[in-house]
């Protein structure tokens, strides 16, 4: 799901508390915390861009006779870890595969927005770590030509930010300026945000402020050393721990970035120290 523990599908909460191996990015467990038990359950945790690792840890537990639950935001099944599995499975494959849906990013922000998604529409993601960037504009042009409502996945990284731009620019070859467009971060999470604009000031929008509670290591890495929660001489304190959890959680903390061009962006930002990292 998004990240709400009440959005949790029952029957992903009954997975989740009979499996002997959790496999997960460790953001996703802060999530479902209430419903782990790490003393009894083994936690397996990888960073992002380790996917194909986490499937691949996931299929060998399974097939040495454990229960294991691989965890994914939204849907496993949508931009996520389950396909990744099915290209690994063994065949034959000495264990059953069940894949539990959840709430995808497109209607947990739909539903935010009203009712944006009524008629036909299509998703595309923005990653182009799986298939070349060419791919995606070429798709984000038919899209646009089919006159379908449009849902972006993957918008922007920190090494990938100009993309989104290009796409919304190829969207407005084919679509009016006046264009409605709802744009939502962190969807059903406290520090949630949702706007309604159109497609023209989308494209000219290019400042971002972030304020409130930030997630570590999520926009800039500090380079001092007062013992930040966000970053640790520039390092990510968040992959070492001291059990399955990440225990740098989040600071008070203020982040503006201005993209100044296709190539370059100006970012500041300002945080709590946080000596404890566990406030």
């Known amino acids: ?40 359950q083994e936690i397996v945790t990888l ?23 691989l965890v994914s935001s939204g849907d496993i099944g949508i931009y996520a870890m389950a396909g990744l599995v099915f290209e690994d499975l063994p065949d034959p494959t000495p264990f059953t595969v069940e894949v539990i849906p959840g709430i995808t990013s497109a209607t947990a922000c739909a539903s935010l927005l009203g009712s944006p998604l009524t008629h036909d529409f299509a998703t595309l993601s923005l990653s182009d770590l799986l298939c070349p960037w060419e791919w995606i504009e070429h798709r984000a042009s038919h899209i646009a030509q089919a006159d379908l409502s449009c849902v972006l996945y993957n918008v922007q990284s920190r090494a ?16 009016r300026p006046d264009t409605v467009c709802g744009v939502v971060r962190n969807a059903y999470r406290e520090d949630q945000e949702v706007r309604v604009t159109t497609l023209q000031a989308l ?41 399955w959890y990440t225990w740098p959680i989040s600071q008070w903390g203020a982040t503006a970035r201005y993209q100044l061009n296709e190539a370059w962006s100006l970012q500041t930002a300002i945080y709590q120290v946080n000596p404890r990292f566990t406030e």
């Open 160 to 175: 990938r930010q100009e993309g989104v731009y290009r796409v919304l620019r190829l969207m407005l070859r084919h679509k």
């Open 47 to 69: 960073p992002l861009t380790q996917e194909k690792q986490r499937a691949q840890v996931a299929i060998e537990r399974a097939a040495a006779g454990q229960r294991t639950a």
């Open 203 to 243: 494209l000219d929008d290019r400042l971002l402020v972030k304020l409130g509670r930030l997630p570590m290591s999520g926009d800039i890495y500090p380079f001092a050393c007062p013992f930040q929660n966000l970053g640790f001489c520039g390092t990510v304190p968040g992959y070492i721990t001291s059990n």
């Open 1 to 40: 799901g998004p990240g709400d523990l009440n959005l949790v599908p029952q029957r992903a909460r009954e997975a989740l508390m009979r499996a002997d191996v959790i496999v997960a990015y460790d953001l996703y467990l802060r999530w479902v915390a209430p419903l782990l038990d790490p003393a009894r």
